[in-house]
């Protein structure tokens, strides 16, 4: 077998800078700017490993892939800018071993180039059926890019996901990529939220019921295990599952086998599961709320969604397509935003994560006033104050406050917020209290009342 490491890129530069740390390495490299001059060369020699780029001028980088795996030459490592689920899995569906983002660190890449020369014995997975639909998952930064690589990695496999995360971090959207991206993807998708169903009806809606089985059953319905017969069943929130359904949907995980509420046939399932929860999962094992067996049947892989605010890189990419898709959804003129608000808004913590962000965006697309979002447009109308700003200045009062020991500390701060919002307006309106009362978005009376209320108590 040749250990000669073969690089088709059309980028000069990327190709150079590879060929150089490879060769640094101690490995033989040989450098190709298309295609087809690998293909030319393949005819009378074969490579260690390939590394090569998916979007080249000519024939792109999966056709060869394919063309590869299907006559057994590899292994092949894919590089590319494009880090969206869709390429990523497309890679790994047509067999490469591993997938390198560009731009990428020339350590990690020898590091995957030594790792698939030493797999070299073993055999490629099988091909794949071309290029995967487009996902409405997005982000570039680095954690975002594991998320999707491990998405890639995983989808085309049965086995169990644990999708962990904040609220609001895409927990489903990565459960949908999952199942788009298996070979399941012409099979049903469903979708169990265990928290929003009382308990009591929990099982009937997983295995479904039988007519009779209880009052009100009056005729057989299927549950979702049966909806998602040779699909991918999406188990959220499973954190909350009571302790007498995690033992029966236990031992269905390890039977493969089922029977409907009050039935007495026994249901052979195929189904994926990807649960999915915001708790810590194995805190609530310690705390003997959730089943240990359990835990480890459904965490056989785990996927991590990082919260947004620990990538904020990914904020204006995503805040442009929100508003960009609210304004289409909503029938709306098309709305941009001016790049300091953009800043404005990727400063901000997003406890609610991306679906916070996607609604802040769905507001501005209906309620600011110019084709332009401005920062004041965040004003009053969006949520949460950035930080960093006047909120900080009362966060430190708070906790000067509160370590003093103060009393009424609630009141005082509610007093002073009324004070400096209320002489502002009137000062900006020149007295006038109507328009002061008008531009504060508060009645007239309620800033009369405010007022009298300040003044007293300063008195
Ligand atoms: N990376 C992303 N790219 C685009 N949209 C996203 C992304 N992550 C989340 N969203 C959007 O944010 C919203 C929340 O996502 P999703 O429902 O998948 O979150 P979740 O983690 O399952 O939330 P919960 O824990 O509250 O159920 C959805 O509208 C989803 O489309």
Redesign the pocket.
């Known amino acids: 077998m040749s250990e000669e490491i073969w690089i088709v890129d059309d980028d000069r530069g990327v190709r150079f800078v590879l060929a150089e740390a490879l060769r640094d390495a101690g490995l033989a490299v040989r450098e190709f700017g298309d295609v087809a001059a690998a293909r030319a060369a393949l005819r009378d020699a074969r490579p260690g490993v390939w590394l090569t780029d998916v979007r080249m001028p000519g024939e792109d980088g999966l056709s060869l892939l394919n063309e590869l795996n299907a006559q057994g030459i590899g292994p092949v490592i894919v590089m590319s800018a494009y880090t969206d689920v869709a390429t990523t899995a497309a890679a790994y569906r047509a067999g490469a071993v591993d997938y390198l983002a560009k731009p990428f660190d020339l350590d990690h890449a020898v590091e995957v180039v030594q790792r698939a020369l030493a797999s070299v014995a073993s055999p490629t997975a099988p091909a794949g059926s071309g290029v995967a639909p487009g996902h ?4 570039e930064s680095a954690p ?1 890019r594991e998320v999707f690589r491990l998405i890639g990695r995983v989808a085309a496999s049965d086995l169990n996901v644990l999708v962990t ?10 459960a949908r990529a999952l199942h788009e991206e298996s070979a399941r993807r012409d099979k049903p998708f469903v979708a169990l ?1 265990t928290a929003a169903i009382p308990s009591e009806l929990l099982e009937s809606e997983l295995f479904g019921h039988e007519a009779g089985a209880f009052t009100g059953a009056t005729r057989r319905v299927a549950g979702r295990f049966e909806q998602a017969e040779g699909g991918t069943l999406f188990l ?2 499973i954190g909350d599952m009571p302790l007498v359904l995690q033992t029966r949907l236990l031992r269905v995980l390890a039977g493969g086998e089922f029977y409907r509420v009050g039935g007495r046939e026994l249901i052979r399932g195929n189904v994926r599961i990807v649960a ?1 929860t ?1 708790q810590d999962l194995a805190a609530r094992v310690a705390a003997g709320q959730f089943r240990a067996d359990l835990m480890h049947r459904l965490d056989v892989v785990r996927i991590e ?1 990082p919260s947004l605010r620990s990538r904020r890189s ?1 904020i204006p990419l ?1 805040a442009q ?1 929100f508003l960009a898709a609210s304004a289409q959804e909503l029938k709306l003129p098309p709305k941009r935003f001016a790049r300091a608000t953009l800043k404005l808004i990727a400063q901000r913590d997003f406890p609610g ?3 916070e962000l ?1 609604n802040l965006c769905r507001r501005l697309a209906v309620i600011a006033p110019g084709s332009e979002i401005l920062p004041a447009d965040l004003g009053g109308h969006a949520g949460a104050p950035a930080s960093g700003e006047w909120t900080d200045a009362l966060r430190e009062w708070a906790v000067a406050a509160l370590a003093g020991g103060e009393a009424d500390i609630h009141a005082r701060a509610r007093d002073a917020l009324d004070q400096t919002l209320l002489l502002a307006a009137l000062q900006a309106s020149e007295g006038h209290r109507q328009h002061a009362a008008q531009a504060l978005g508060v009645g007239r009376n309620t800033l009369t009342r405010k007022l009298g209320a300040s003044r007293t108590r300063r008195t």
């Open positions: 409405a998952l997005l982000g975002m995360g904040e609220t609001g971090t895409g927990k489903e959207l990565v939220n959220d929130e999915a915001h969604l990914d995503l397509h994560n991306v679906r996607e």
